[in-house]
């Protein structure tokens, strides 16, 4: 029904940058919220950042003002561009969609998900 491919994760220095890509199929993404969640060994999946289908852009303590969540709806796509990385964002990145008609700051607002794409930062 929806399906989520991401990309563009990889090994990279710390203080770099990457953008991750995420394009869905089987519906326009316009209608939908996107976000971006990861999980490091070890840990439980956190979220990252969410963009509403407003516009409207939400970013955990950790990552904010070095990511930016981004969206083109005319190409089914959702981004993260990664600044300054550090060892820490460390993890396997997801990005989300949500069909719920408000975002409320739920994680299980998000009911389709993305195969993940493995972001290495070494020191």
């Known amino acids: 029904q929806v399906q989520l491919v991401e990309s563009g994760g990889g090994l990279v220095q710390a203080g770099t940058s990457l953008r991750l890509s995420c394009v869905g199929s089987g519906r326009t993404f316009s209608s939908m919220h996107l976000g971006w969640f990861r999980q490091a060994p070890g840990k439980e999946r956190e979220f990252v950042a969410v963009?509403?289908?407003?516009?409207?852009?939400y970013y955990a303590d950790p990552v904010k003002g070095r990511f930016t969540i981004s969206r083109d709806n005319a190409k089914n796509s959702e981004y993260l561009q990664m600044n300054s990385l550090k060892p820490e964002d460390t993890a396997v990145y997801y990005c989300a969609a949500s069909d719920r008609r408000y975002y409320m700051g739920g994680s299980t607002e998000f009911a389709y998900w993305g195969q993940g794409t493995q972001v290495t930062v070494s020191t």
């Open positions: 963009i509403t289908r407003g516009g409207n852009q």
